[in-house]
């Protein structure tokens, strides 16, 4: 077994990352690949771009990063020889790890299965599209569902959503749903805008910055060396996570030799509260800070409302109330209440730990709440900064691709444009599962990402992909969803990765920054550009006549150009590919307190407390990345960080392994009302609050129900209950 590590980062991720590079073809060939002028592939951080691969929104260099080598050299593997299908046949394929179908290779072909059969079996990209489109031009636009992953770019979110939307349906969403949807209603709700309120600066400059939920050394490593700026500048880091996720402690950042060698401490206070206990401690700290007379009265009163209302339910909230939901003490709660008094300029981040629980949105609101008592929205180095996920989540949200237009690009698309849009609410990402499931859909387009592995409930998003008559995928290597949950009839179509394409496109960094890429060279034969792609399929469905020429949305000036005139905040994009100048989005970032609520104050929310889940023999189970893995992808079997060499494990903290009766490496079978995973392996973890489980997604996806979050739609992918069961003696020796 290995060990759990006193620090993240340091001389593994270099070794790594030389191993990767020597792998893709020599280091020579990853420099290159890695120098190449396209916003980075992994995280949401916006590294790249015009600047070069390795550079980040303040000019930062060297930041070598393990994360984009791992994509990178994904997208560099050959390509899946023919003989591949006819080998493994979709049982078969079922059996592959994530990790063995991600290894398979580049997709190169377009493919086909049917059910009843066996295989896959390639096709031409002629036979391809004529499927598609005639499966098109037979349905009702509301029998369709269109799925966006975060990789791809704002040309072919744009075009994609475009396409949907004259077909007739607004069953138009994205990955978000599943991920940082939570940040965006509650932040809209508090502030009137659904982004970060702050830019990569804000942060270096910040004396005080909240890391709530997340664990950036393994998925966002760039944000640490930001995290350690802040140290050596003498500003503290305030974590609140369950787990101690070690690099949070401890990080070797690699391009600070220092640091390499001796290492940066990061956190400062290390708080850890029970799975789903934020809503409370964040209400805690509050109330310390209005006991103490720590907030910025003025500020309240000039520029907010709903405040009253809440500081008078602050006050009535007890003391014990807190604790108890929270799971952290009062000692804790003051201490962190006297950093956050003390400090001059404070930013709030989080991630998946707030968004991923039916109280996701309350959350996010109790985050704010926290950061407008003492004025820390609206003026530099201070505010609110959700860390996002792909590296163009936000930007495909941008662009369009979300159920609803929003109002102003609704009305932009019909006034410049005169073209009519449908105006039904459209179905977010679970809904589109359940109307699926119930037989309401008939064809599902998702471009990019793995639908079926992302889902909670596997066995339910499996039956509901199945009972589609058409579903089609493009994608850029295998995942498990090309094995579980296939249509009647599925089509998989090998699309390039952004820096292999013939044209440039665009990203959007979670600090609202456009990227530029570049595209370039192509790796394989095969694959075709995701804004061609959808060109094609659009004008041959739509026709040549209609109010978008689909033949000339083939080129991405052409794109730019509409987005530019509808997207507000975008207009810079229009000239971009010639200007090369990337772009500030105006009107989201902001450092003055004017906020684009109706009233133009921003607002301050209510909440009740929710108790902490589960029963004496249960216990609350996160579902999470590995170190080794970018969402449903897995690159290696091991979790560094927490000492794990392998997936089908569990974690609980030292006490629940005695407690109830386990011991190490005893094989159990996990349960919840959803389903059951046998065959796992207990594993003492002294990072976690006891009380607490770890498992990784997207395996454990079977024990996820498909509880969510009413106000965001976002699953309690957090939140599971689970029971552990010991096989009998005789069980044990059979498996
Ligand atoms: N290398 C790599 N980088 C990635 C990704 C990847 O898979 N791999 N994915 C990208 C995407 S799409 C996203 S959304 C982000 C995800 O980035 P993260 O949100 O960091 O990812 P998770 O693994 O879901 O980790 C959630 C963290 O929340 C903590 N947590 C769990 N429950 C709670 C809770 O109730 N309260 C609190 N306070 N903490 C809790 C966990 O201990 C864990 O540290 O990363 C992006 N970057
Ligand atoms: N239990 C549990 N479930 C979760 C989560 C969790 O923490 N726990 N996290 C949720 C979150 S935050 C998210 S964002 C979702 C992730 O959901 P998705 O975004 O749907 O899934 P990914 O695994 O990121 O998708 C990976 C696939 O993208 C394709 N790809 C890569 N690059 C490109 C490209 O340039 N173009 C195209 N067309 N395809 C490309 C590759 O084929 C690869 O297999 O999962 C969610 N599900
Ligand atoms: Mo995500």
Not at 15 to 42: D, H, P, V
Not at 464 to 489: F, P, Q, R, Y
Not at 608 to 618: A, S, V
Request: proline share 5%; glycine share 10%.
């Amino acid at each position: 077994m290995m060990r759990y590590p006193k620090s993240g980062g340091g001389w593994p991720a270099v070794w790594y990352t030389l191993r990767k590079a020597r792998e893709a073809g020599g280091i020579f060939k990853m420099w290159k690949a890695l120098q190449s002028k396209n916003a980075c592939k992994t995280c949401a951080l916006g590294m790249g771009g015009q600047k070069g691969g390795m550079v980040n929104e303040v000019g930062g260099w060297p930041e070598v990063c393990k994360k984009s080598l791992q994509a990178m050299a994904a997208d560099m593997q050959a390509g899946i020889p023919d003989d591949f299908w006819s080998t493994y046949s979709v049982p078969q394929l079922q059996k592959f790890s994530p990790l063995q179908m991600e290894s398979a290779g580049r997709i190169v072909k377009p493919l086909l299965y049917e059910q009843g059969q066996d295989y896959y079996r390639p096709i031409s990209w002629e036979d391809a599209l004529q499927r598609i489109t005639r499966r098109l031009s037979d349905l009702s636009a509301d029998e369709t569902f269109w799925y966006f992953s975060g990789r791809s770019s704002n040309e072919a979110g744009f075009s994609l959503q475009l396409f949907a939307r004259l077909l007739g349906t607004n069953n138009v969403n994205n990955c978000s749903y599943y991920c940082h949807q939570a940040s965006g209603v509650g932040l809209t709700s508090a502030i009137g805008s659904g982004t970060a309120s702050v830019v990569l600066d804000d942060v270096e400059h910040a004396d005080l910055v909240f890391v709530i939920g997340g664990n950036p050394p393994s998925n966002h490593p760039r944000l640490m060396t930001t995290l350690m700026h802040v140290r050596q500048r003498g500003g503290e880091v305030v974590v609140v996570n369950p787990v101690i996720e070690k690099g949070l402690v401890n990080f070797r950042v690699p391009s600070n030799v220092r640091s390499l060698l001796w290492g940066t401490k990061i956190a400062t206070t290390y708080v850890q509260p029970h799975i789903g206990g934020d809503l409370a401690l964040l209400t805690g700290i509050a109330k310390r800070i209005d006991e103490m007379g720590a907030q910025d009265a003025a500020f309240l009163e000039q520029f907010c409302e709903g405040h009253e209302a809440w500081l008078a339910e602050l006050r009535q909230t007890d003391w014990g109330e807190i604790q108890r939901k929270s799971g952290v003490s009062r000692a804790e709660i003051d201490e962190m209440a006297e950093k956050y008094a003390a400090a001059k300029n404070v930013v709030f981040s989080w991630t998946m730990g707030i968004t991923h629980h039916e109280h996701g949105v309350d959350n996010v609101q109790a985050i704010a709440n926290l950061a407008l008592m003492r004025g820390m929205v609206g003026r530099p180095h201070a505010g609110l900064l959700p860390i996002r996920g792909h590296s163009n989540v936000q930007g495909i949200g941008s662009v369009g691709v979300t159920p609803q237009l929003k109002a102003a690009i609704f009305e932009r698309l019909q006034s410049h444009y005169e073209l009519t849009l449908p105006t039904t609410p459209g179905l977010d990402t679970l809904g589109c599962m359940e109307a699926a499931h119930a037989g309401r859909l008939k064809l599902g387009f998702c471009l990019g990402g793995n639908l079926f592995g992302s889902n909670p409930d596997s066995r339910y998003a499996a039956e509901a992909l199945e009972s589609l008559d058409t579903l089609v995928m493009l994608n850029t290597t295998l995942n498990t969803g090309h094995a579980n949950g296939l249509a009647k009839e599925t089509i998989v179509l090998p699309v390039l990765a952004r820096d292999e394409e013939a044209y440039t496109t665009t990203q959007e960094s979670m600090f609202n920054y456009v990227r530029l890429s570049d595209g370039g060279p192509r790796r394989h034969d095969g694959p075709r550009g995701e804004v061609e792609v959808i060109a094609q399929i659009a004008a041959e469905v739509l026709g040549e006549s209609g109010p978008v020429d689909w033949q000339a949305m083939a080129d991405t000036n052409q794109i730019r150009g509409m987005i530019a005139r509808v997207i507000p905040g975008y207009e810079q994009i229009a000239d971009i590919a010639s200007s090369k100048t990337e772009f500030q989005i105006g009107g989201r970032t902001f450092h003055q307190p004017q906020f684009s609520t109706p009233s133009g104050r921003a607002v301050l929310h209510v909440h009740r407390l929710p108790e902490l889940r589960g029963e004496e023999d249960e216990l609350r189970l996160m579902t999470v990345r590995s170190e080794g893995q970018f969402n449903t992808v897995v690159y290696e079997e091991t979790d560094i960080y927490r000492g794990q060499d392998r997936r089908d494990v569990i974690l609980l903290h030292p006490d629940d392994v005695q407690r109830l009766g386990l011991a190490e490496n005893d094989r159990v079978e996990v349960s919840s009302e959803t389903g059951t995973l046998p065959g796992i392996l207990v594993r003492p973890f002294e990072g976690i609050r006891a009380g607490n489980a770890l498992m990784y997604f997207p395996e454990a996806n079977v024990l996820v129900s498909r509880a969510a979050d009413a106000k965001s739609k976002t699953p309690a992918f957090k939140g599971v209950l689970v029971r552990i069961h010991k096989p009998t003696v005789e069980l044990q020796g059979v498996s």
